[in-house]
């Protein structure tokens, strides 16, 4: 795409979510950075140029952003500045933009939840009664004891995992570095969750590759990793359980399975066209 208009539309989508202050913040940040992003035809400089405390308005939720803490937090990871994920996640809602989800949603999976974003919108946006992460990487477990500080969230509404989602096989083979969604479901004492979120790069397949915990789902939005291999088995799963699904590219445009980005399904018909 060409740079300019990859820069208009990610403003214009930052647009819908930012107060006037940050907004202007965004453009005076993307002014002082443009030669850098004209050269690499990437917005990572105005992402690390990002690195401020923001307030996100997502779906008549308000949303607090600490990201200067949060990156300071990250630093010693080497991490990428996480107003990219901001981009990604809330102006772009790369996750929801193609579900039309009944409020509240009240039991939410976050599998590969990183920082925790996505379960922060699971809990303010989406009224969430529990959003459970499953994340193996230590470290992002301060920041998103950061978040739910910062958004007032109690920290029973948001366990967390510190394994590898995968499937009960696996998890049978390597218990303490494995978790599998059954295994969630019952140790949670949840009936079935309203909402699951996927981006465990690439493992996508394991999950799948067991996937009787479709029964207890209602909607499904991941990130696909095609390098990972055949992801033919998702959609046969999918059909298995009687889900609908939208797999797209980056962008929002309708693909096959090997080429798509994202998957969104519902079991109930909740698709947005």
Request: charged fraction near 25%; aromatic fraction near 6%.
């Amino acid at each position: 795409m060409n740079v300019a208009l990859r820069v208009f539309e990610e403003f214009r989508a930052l647009n819908r979510v930012l107060d006037r202050r940050d907004m202007a913040s965004v453009l005076l940040a993307s002014l002082a950075v443009a030669p850098a992003i004209l050269k690499s035809g990437k917005l990572t400089a105005l992402d690390a140029a990002m690195g401020r405390n923001i307030t996100i308005s997502f779906d008549g939720a308000r949303v607090v952003l600490p990201l200067a803490d949060v990156d300071r937090l990250l630093a010693v990871r080497n991490d990428n500045p996480t107003f990219g994920n901001v981009r990604e996640m809330y102006a772009r809602n790369c996750y929801l933009r193609r579900l039309k989800l009944k409020k509240p949603t009240r039991a939410v999976l976050d599998l590969g939840a990183n920082r925790g974003l996505f379960s922060l919108l699971a809990l303010t946006a989406l009224g969430a009664e529990i959003a459970v992460g499953v994340e193996p990487a230590m470290d992002y477990d301060t920041v998103f004891q950061l978040l739910l500080q910062a958004n007032r969230c109690a920290p029973e509404r948001a366990p967390r995992y510190r394994k590898f989602a995968s499937s009960p096989a696996i998890e049978r083979e390597a218990p303490i570095e494995n978790i599998s969604i059954q295994t969630i479901l019952r140790e949670q004492e949840i009936d079935r969750f309203n909402l699951v979120k996927m981006d465990i790069e690439g493992h996508e397949r394991m999950v799948f590759s067991e996937p009787e915990w479709l029964a207890s789902v209602d909607h499904i939005c991941m990130e696909l990793h095609p390098d990972s291999g055949d992801l033919s088995l998702i959609p046969r799963a999918l059909n298995e359980y009687g889900f609908e699904y939208v797999l797209t590219d980056q962008r929002g445009k309708s693909v096959g399975i090997q080429n798509a980005m994202f998957l969104y399904a519902s079991c109930s018909g909740e698709l947005a066209g």
